[in-house]
């Protein structure tokens, strides 16, 4: 199956950016996600990209796909108290299954 | 629209008591999931269902069973409830086609005693 390996903890100062890493296994992964969960609440999707892409731009979120290296990041730009929160990477891997793999999630803390 | 929907929100039960946590959809979502979140472990997938009338074991299904009652409800059942099954269960739900995204429940924090 697919291993998916993310730090555990980033703290970054409010205005800052903040990029979280992601490296996974499969280069067969079609899509990938990632997702959002804020304290005591599920996960949500964030953004994804698709494995035939380099970089996707969603206001202040930047995803890059580096898939010679099958790395992946999440740029957050001018990052806020509001983005602290643990994000997963998840990618999608083809080939008959649907079931995204997470990983262990990033914790990224803001502080003022 | 709820979305997904999880009860209960909390448990405590004692070792050796059964429960069933209850996850309902309606989205008219073929596939629905079952999770657990422990700390620095991630997500793991406990069990799956496909379309209503299938299930198939994830990671981790030891100790568990699920019923895909029909299309809308997915529920995991705990036989004889241990210690190590103190977790935060997620229900997910999944938009096949476009993007497959998952969408989750808010989760059922259990806690085994």
């Known amino acids: 199956g697919e291993d998916v390996e993310q730090s555990l903890f980033l703290s970054v100062r409010e205005g800052d950016s903040s990029v979280i890493n992601c490296t996974y296994t499969?280069?067969?992964?079609?899509?990938l996600y990632w997702y959002k969960q804020e304290p005591g609440a599920g996960l949500q999707l964030l953004t994804y990209?698709?494995?035939?892409?380099d970089m996707k731009q969603d206001q202040r979120l930047t995803v890059l796909l580096n898939k010679k290296d099958k790395h992946l990041s999440l740029r957050i730009a001018d990052t806020q108290t509001g983005d602290s929160a643990i994000y997963f990477c998840?990618?999608?891997?083809?080939?008959?299954?649907?079931?995204?793999?997470f990983g262990r999630g990033t914790s990224l803390i803001v502080h003022p | 629209n709820a979305g997904v929907t999880q009860t209960p929100k909390f448990q405590v039960l004692k070792t050796g008591q059964s429960m069933t946590l209850q996850c309902a959809q309606d989205m008219n979502h073929n596939s629905m999931y079952w999770y657990r979140q422990d700390p620095g472990m991630g997500l793991r997938l406990i069990y799956y269902?496909?379309?209503?009338?299938?299930?198939d074991k994830g990671e981790v299904p030891n100790g568990y069973n699920v019923s895909r009652l029909n299309k809308r409800e997915f529920s995991l059942r705990l036989e004889s409830a241990a210690p190590s099954q103190t977790s935060v269960y997620f229900c997910a739900s999944q938009r096949l086609g476009n993007t497959g995204e998952l969408f989750f429940g808010e989760g059922s924090r259990l806690t085994v005693l």
């Open positions: 990209i698709f494995s035939n892409m």
């Open positions: 269902s496909a379309s209503e009338g299938t299930t």
């Open positions: 998840a990618p999608h891997a083809s080939g008959g299954s649907y079931i995204p793999t």
């Open positions: 499969d280069s067969s992964s079609t899509y």
